[in-house]
């Protein structure tokens, strides 16, 4: 063997051995860097947190290390448990802004343009997602959406078998200009706008929504334990996969409530089933989300003349209608709002919205007379519906 094969035989094993001392060393550095303090995923420049009660901000951080919230001079500070996960409740903030949240640990995160006003999710299926563009007289009212105390966090949605506690990409809030309001769902921005002029604060709105999707996707198992008729339906059609997937990153912001819109993906249900569902999914909410029984106000779905067999959307509606039994519920009948009864979108989503809201402004605004829409309810309305259905094949009426 020459002497020059050795000599470079010596110099490969001692670039080997000073590159595994290198890697050895950048491990035992890395060990030693903290892990960055996160924030969750409804958390970022331009939000709106709920007035008038204790604000929960969480997210993760390295194990045990301590974490300090400043907001709006409150500042709360708490120790990551064991898995990393840290929360902390800062005092209640009446409405205004916009405010900075710092949030400290091994670094600094600042976010900024933050406002406190009233928060609500809205959810659903597609006459929920369905967006500004397609209303009546779209293009006016995207020309005139001016808003910018009023703003949207729009949540991608994605099924899943376990509860996702946050998303890689974090999706932005978006402030209300007429450049983007066209992409809003409708039913949110009319509804939010209502509240926004009538109530005169800042205005949240977490859109979870996508199109025919049945109600069992969007209950939370614990909805099932709350609700014995549902006892064994457990593993039954896809229960729970989009809350798990879309609504659980957000589950325990601080709202003041949930608007809803779905129940076209049912249509076959009998009533008692579509009640148990609907009453399993409002019990699941409030309770995984531990801020009460907060309101919960939905749309009773409008008549269509190509359901068939015909019975399908009386079905329906009386489930919708019991679940009223249900604290803090509210329902706005929309019969009489539908010009077309061809479509399963109703294109006046701004009278959908108005009726929506009308109860709220009712108990936190000024005390005046509301409407929120017919009232079905009674033998002789119950008659009518019931001719709706068998005679009518689907026509509209207006119970009230």
């Known amino acids: 063997m020459s002497i020059s094969n050795v000599g470079s035989r010596r110099r490969l094993r001692r670039e080997i051995a000073t590159g595994l001392l290198m890697a050895a060393v950048g491990l035992c550095m890395a060990s030693l860097v903290p892990a960055a303090v996160t924030l969750a995923t409804p958390f970022g420049d331009g939000m709106v947190l709920q007035r008038d009660q204790a604000v929960p901000v969480w997210g993760w951080a390295e194990p045990r290390q301590t974490v300090t919230v400043e907001l709006a001079g409150r ?18 903030i009446h409405a205004g802004g916009p405010y900075e949240l710092t949030v400290r640990g091994p670094q600094e995160i600042r976010i900024q343009d933050v406002l406190v006003g009233e928060v609500w999710v809205c959810s659903g299926q597609s006459n929920m997602a369905m967006t500004l563009s397609a209303v009546d007289d779209a293009a006016q009212e995207a020309a005139a959406a001016n808003y910018p105390g009023m703003r949207t966090l729009r949540m991608p949605v994605r099924g899943s078998d376990l509860l996702q506690e946050r998303l890689d990409q974090r999706p932005a809030w978006q402030a209300c200009a007429p450049h983007s309001a066209g992409g809003f769902s409708a039913v949110a921005y009319f509804f939010g706008r209502e509240l926004h002029q009538k109530l005169d604060v800042p205005i949240g709105l977490i859109v979870v929504a996508t199109g025919a999707t049945p109600i069992e996707l969007w209950v939370p198992r614990e909805g099932l334990a709350l609700t014995p008729e549902l006892a064994k339906d457990n593993d039954s059609r896809g229960l729970g996969t989009f809350f798990n997937g879309s609504v ?125 829409g017919p009232s079905p309810g009674g033998r002789r309305q119950r008659r009518r519906v019931e001719r709706t259905g068998r005679a009518a094949q689907g026509r509209a009426v207006r119970l009230g």
């Open 75 to 92: 500042t709360q500070s708490v120790q990551a448990d064991a898995s990393g996960r840290w929360r902390v409740m800062l005092p209640a």
């Open 248 to 372: 659980g990153p957000v589950v325990g912001y601080g709202i003041r409530g949930m608007i809803w819109y779905q129940g076209e993906s049912n249509r076959g249900d009998s009533s008692q089933a579509y009640f148990a569902f609907h009453k399993a999914l409002i019990r699941g909410w409030r309770q995984v989300w531990d801020q009460g029984e907060f309101p919960f106000y939905y749309v009773q779905i409008s008549a269509l003349d190509s359901w068939r067999p015909n019975w399908q959307i009386p079905e329906i509606w009386e489930g919708q209608t019991m679940v009223l039994q249900l604290p803090n519920t509210g329902m706005a009948v929309i019969h009489d709002l539908c010009k077309d009864l061809k479509d399963i979108h109703p294109t006046n989503k701004a009278g959908v919205a108005r009726r929506q809201a009308a109860r709220l402004v009712h108990h936190c605004g000024p005390r005046r007379r509301v409407r929120a």
